[in-house]
C-alpha cells in the first residue's frame, strides 16, 4: 500500500563528496528526503574514480561504489569558484532545511558558503560540516580519506596480527562509522528545529565519532594506562574463537563458541567425544589458557568440511558459525535475498545497476529505493526550473557562462 | 534535542549503544536490566581487573546518560510493570532473538495495542525474519556473515577482524538513525511503528560497496596486509617508519595523483630516486600499469622506493611533512597516542564524568559532534544496578516503599 515516506518534508543541499557524508544523505533519500547534490566536472567527486566498476571498466558514470552511495539523490553541476555559481547554490540554502558538506575546513567560507553567510540567507538553516578531524584545532586542515582517519584513530594499530604489521580494517574505514552519525545529528536538529524554531552549525569530526567504537580500549588506558594492541582474532572472553580453513582456496568457516552448551555441542559435530573431558579444555578459562592447541584441533576438523556445509551443521546445533563470504557469496546469501538487500534499478547507460537496499526495515513506511544516483548534471533542468522556478531564459544564460558544469 | 522523550532500553550487550547514542542527544533513557544486573555487566575489561558487575569497562562504554532500573521481565508482575512504562515511553529498544519478547507478551503488536505511537526498535543479528533469523551469532560471525570479514588481513593467513568488537555497534548506530526516522514520521501521522535492523546488514558498509562486484561484474576486492588487491594490483597504504607504521594513500588518478607527485618530489630532494622516478605520469598511472604500458614489477620497485625513504623517518616527521606539504600521511597512532593527541585536547573532546562509587572521574571520548544550539552533554555516569529504582518506581509510578520492598523480595526488582 502507497505510503507518505517519513521524510517527504526534508529538503537537503548537499555539497558531501567520496564516501563518508554521501552515505549519510543517501538514507535520508532512501526515506523520502529530496537530496539536491552539487557536483562539479570541474572538481570531480574522488567517489567516482573508486571502485566497483560496471564490467570492472573505470569511468566516471561506471563507479558502482558512486551509484550505491547516491542512489535516490538528483544532480546538479555547478562550479562554485564562480560568483553566478554562488548565486545559484544560495537561492538552493534557502530552498533547504539542511546543508552538508564535506571539504577540508576553509572551502566553503572561501566561497562565503560558511555557516556565517548561509544564516544570513537563511536564518533557521542547519548546516553539517564534517571532515577528518573537524573544523578546528592543530589538524583541523589535515585533508584525505578515512583510511587515513582510520590510521590516526587506532583502528589500524589494533587490526592484524601481533607478530605482523598491522594490517588494518579494509578501505576507508571510519567513512563507515562516522556516516551514521552524521544522519543521526541531522535528525537530532530537525527535531530540535521543529519544535524551537532554531537551526543550528554541526561541526563533526569524523575521527571524534569513530572513536566511540573503541571506547573499552579507550577506557582501558584512561583507567589503567594499558594501550591495548591488535591480537588476531582471539577473544578476551571465548575460546574457540577464530577463523579456521575450510575445504577449498581461501575458503575459511569462522566459530565462536560463547557457551558450556555450545562447547559439549561442537565437541559432537567434530565427533570428539574425547574432548568433551578433557581437562584442557574443560573450563573457558581452560580453553583460554589451551587456545593454540584448540585452535589446531578444529582447524583439522574444519578443513575437511565446506564452509557453507559446516556452517549448516554448527547452526542446526545452535554454535555461532558462518562462512566467510566473499561478494560472490554474499549475492547468493538466501538471508540477504530474503531482506531484499540488493536491488535494481533501471540506469540510462548501463540498463542496469544494483545497489544496496535499506540497512534496516520500518514496518509501516518501509524505504522506497526506484531512481540510480545522477550522471553528472543528469536533473540540472528540473532543480533549476522546477525546484527553483528559473526560467528558460536565465538556465540558457547560465549554462552559456559554463557555470552549470 | 531529544529531552520531550523517554526510551525504554532492554537491549542486552548487542544493542546498547543505540540508547547511549539517544541519551547523549538529550532523550531520557532508563535501561531495564534483569536483577542482578545485566549480563554485559560481564565484560570485561574491568576496572583494576577485578570482575565484577560495577567494575565492567564495556558496560560502562555502552550506558553513560541512562537510568538504570531492574525487572524481571520473565514474570507476569514484572511484564505489568513494563506496560505501565509503554504506556508513557516513545522508544523502545530490544536486541533479543526474534520472537524472544513476544513470547512474554511484550513484542511490538502487543505493546502497540496500549502505545500505538511507540517507536519499538529491534536489534538482530540477522533480522526479523529471513532463514538466518534464528543463527547463534557474535561479533566475528556477523562480520563473516557480511563481507568486510574476508577483505581484511594478511593474505598469506586467515582473515581477521578488528580486536575491539564492532559489528553491533555498526547495527546499533544504524538503529539509533531509524528510529529518528520513525520519530520523525510519527509527528506527522501520530503513530508508532516497528523498526527491524539487522546487523549483517549494516555491517555490509563495511565492504565500501564491494558486496555489489559481483552483480556488477566487477573483479572481488581481496584482502592483503595494509592495502587491498584489486586483480594483479596490490595496492598498499601501510608503510614501516622508523618508529612504527605510517597510512599513505600511495595511489593515482586525477584526484590523488597530485598528492603522490608531491611524495616523490620529496622523496627525490632527499636522494632517494632519481628523475625519471620523480616524474612518472601520476595522474594516469594507473592507466598505465592496467594496459601494461608500465610493467607491475615497476609498480613493485616504487613501493620499495617509498618504503626504504619512509624507514629513515619517524611517524611525526612523515605527519608533519604531510601537513606542511599537502601529503596523504597519516600516522598508524596506538590507544595511548591516540588519547594524548594535542589535536583531541585543543578541541576538548575528553569528557570526565565523576563516579562516585569509586571516588574518581573517569575520561570518556567526548560528543560525536559539537552542536552549535544544543551541545551534547554528558548528564549521567553509567548508572549502578538498580540505582534509579526507587526514583522510577516511587516516585513516578506511584509504588509506596513497602510495595517496592514485596517487589524486591518476590525477586521482580
Keep these: 500500500m502507497a505510503h507518505d515516506l517519513p521524510l517527504v518534508d526534508v529538503k537537503i543541499l548537499d555539497f558531501t563528496w567520496v564516501m563518508a557524508g554521501p552515505a549519510a544523505t543517501r538514507v535520508l533519500a532512501d526515506y523520502g528526503a529530496t537530496v539536491v547534490r552539487i557536483e562539479s566536472t570541474q572538481r570531480l567527486d574522488t567517489g567516482r574514480t573508486i571502485g566497483p566498476f560496471h564490467d570492472g571498466q573505470p569511468g566516471v558514470e561506471h563507479s558502482g561504489f558512486c551509484q550505491n552511495l547516491n542512489a535516490g539523490k538528483l544532480g546538479l553541476t555547478l562550479d562554485l569558484s564562480q560568483e553566478t555559481g554562488r548565486e545559484v547554490a544560495r537561492d538552493l540554502v534557502r530552498w533547504a532545511d539542511v546543508v552538508t558538506e564535506s571539504f577540508s575546513p576553509k572551502a566553503m567560507r572561501a566561497w562565503g558558503l560558511d555557516y556565517t553567510a548561509l544564516r544570513q540567507v537563511q536564518p533557521d538553516i542547519i548546516m553539517l560540516s564534517t571532515c577528518l578531524m573537524g573544523q578546528s584545532g592543530p589538524l583541523a586542515q589535515f585533508a584525505g580519506f578515512g583510511n587515513l582517519a582510520a590510521a590516526i584513530s587506532g583502528f589500524f594499530s589494533l587490526t592484524g596480527w601481533p607478530d605482523r604489521p598491522p594490517a588494518g580494517p579494509f578501505g576507508a574505514y571510519t567513512d563507515y562509522v562516522a556516516p551514521r552519525f552524521t544522519t543521526v545529528a541531522i535528525l537530532a536538529a530537525l527535531e530540535y528545529r521543529r519544535r524551537t524554531g532554531q537551526g543550528q552549525y554541526i561541526d563533526q569530526s569524523q575521527a571524534e565519532s569513530a572513536l566511540h567504537f573503541l571506547t573499552p580500549a579507550l577506557l582501558d588506558y584512561t583507567v589503567h594506562g594499558r594501550s591495548q594492541e591488535r591480537v588476531g582474532n582471539a577473544d578476551a572472553h571465548l575460546a574457540p574463537h577464530g577463523v579456521y580453513p575450510a575445504a577449498g582456496q581461501d575458503r575459511w568457516l569462522a566459530i565462536a563458541v560463547c557457551t558450556e552448551a555450545q562447547w559439549q555441542a561442537l565437541c559432537e559435530v567434530m565427533q570428539r567425544p574425547d574432548l568433551s573431558h578433557d581437562a584442557r579444555f574443560g573450563t573457558r578459562a581452560a580453553r583460554l589458557t589451551h587456545r593454540t592447541a584448540l585452535d589446531t584441533i578444529v582447524a583439522a576438523w574444519s578443513q575437511e568440511h565446506n564452509a557453507p556445509e559446516a556452517e549448516a551443521l554448527l547452526q542446526a546445533r545452535g554454535i555461532p558459525a558462518s562462512a566467510v563470504h566473499n561478494s560472490q557469496e554474499l549475492y547468493g546469501d538466501p538471508q540477504l535475498t530474503h531482506r531484499r538487500h540488493f536491488v535494481q534499478l533501471p540506469d540510462s547507460l548501463h540498463g542496469t545497476t544494483t545497489v544496496e537496499g535499506s540497512r534496516f526495515k520500518l514496518s509501516r513506511t518501509p524505504a522506497r529505493i526506484e531512481r540510480a544516483g545522477p550522471t553528472l548534471g543528469r536533473d540540472n533542468q528540473y532543480i533549476l526550473g522546477t525546484i527553483l522556478g528559473y526560467s528558460p531564459e536565465r538556465i540558457a544564460a547560465l549554462a552559456d557562462t559554463g557555470v552549470l558544469q | ?413
Excluded at chain 2, 284 to 311: D, H, N, S, W
Aim: hydrophobic share 40%; aromatic share 10%; charged share 20%.
Design chain 2, 1 to 413: 534535542m531529544l529531552s520531550p522523550y523517554r526510551v525504554l532500553d532492554l537491549t542486552t550487550e548487542r544493542g546498547m549503544f543505540c540508547g547511549q547514542l539517544l541519551g547523549d542527544l538529550g532523550a531520557d533513557v532508563i535501561t531495564i536490566e534483569p536483577p542482578g544486573g545485566s549480563p554485559a555487566r560481564r565484560f570485561g575489561p574491568f576496572y583494576r581487573d577485578v570482575p565484577h558487575p560495577e567494575r565492567s569497562l564495556f558496560w560502562w562504554a555502552l550506558n553513560r546518560n541512562k537510568r538504570s532500573i531492574t525487572l524481571d521481565i520473565t514474570s507476569s508482575d514484572g511484564q505489568a510493570i513494563l506496560r505501565r512504562l509503554v504506556a508513557d515511553a516513545h522508544f523502545l529498544i530490544e536486541s533479543d532473538t526474534p520472537g524472544a519478547l513476544a513470547a512474554y507478551g511484550l513484542g511490538y503488536d502487543d505493546l502497540a495495542a496500549l502505545n500505538p505511537a511507540l517507536v519499538y526498535v529491534s536489534i538482530t543479528p540477522f533480522g526479523q525474519d529471513g532463514p538466518k533469523a534464528h543463527y547463534a551469532d557474535s561479533d566475528l560471525i556477523i562480520l563473516a556473515a557480511s563481507g568486510p570479514l574476508v577483505l581484511t588481513g594478511d593474505d598469506d593467513r586467515p582473515p581477521v577482524r578488528v580486536s575491539v568488537p564492532q559489528a553491533y555497534l555498526h547495527a546499533s548506530a544504524e538503529a539509533a538513525v531509524a528510529a529518528l526516522i520513525a520519530h520523525h514520521e510519527r509527528q506527522h501521522s501520530g503513530r508508532g511503528q516497528h523498526v527491524d535492523v539487522s546487523a549483517q546488514q549494516a555491517v555490509a558498509q563495511a565492504t565500501q560497496s564491494g558486496i555489489l562486484a559481483t552483480p556488477l561484474h566487477a573483479e572481488e576486492f581481496q584482502r592483503l596486509s595494509g592495502g587491498v588487491r584489486v586483480g594483479e594490483l596490490r595496492i598498499r597504504l601501510v608503510w614501516a617508519a622508523q618508529d612504527g607504521y605510517v597510512g599513505i594513500l600511495y595511489f593515482f588518478g586525477a584526484a590523488i595523483g597530485p598528492f603522490t607527485r608531491r611524495l616523490m618530489e620529496w622523496i627525490y630532494e632527499e636522494g632517494f630516486c632519481d628523475e625519471v622516478t620523480r616524474d612518472k605520469h601520476w595522474l594516469a598511472y594507473i592507466e598505465l600499469l592496467v594496459t601494461g604500458q608500465e610493467p607491475l614489477t615497476e609498480y613493485e620497485r616504487l613501493k620499495l622506493v617509498v618504503e626504504a625513504f619512509t624507514k629513515t623517518k619517524t611517524k611525526a616527521e612523515l605527519f608533519r611533512a604531510a601537513l606542511e606539504r599537502g601529503l596523504l600521511i597519516a600516522p598508524v597512532t596506538t590507544i595511548a597516542e591516540v588519547v594524548e593527541s594535542p589535536q583531541l585536547a585543543a578541541r576538548d573532546y575528553w569528557q570526565r564524568l565523576e563516579h562516585p562509587e569509586l571516588g574518581q572521574a573517569l575520561r570518556y571520548p567526548g560528543a560525536f559532534a559539537q552542536f552549535s544550539a544544543t551541545p551534547i552533554t554528558y548528564r549521567r555516569r553509567p548508572p549502578t544496578v538498580g540505582e534509579h529504582n526507587r526514583e522510577l518506581y516511587i516516585g513516578e509510578l506511584g509504588f509506596t516503599a513497602p510495595q517496592l520492598a514485596a517487589l524486591q523480595s518476590k525477586g521482580i526488582v
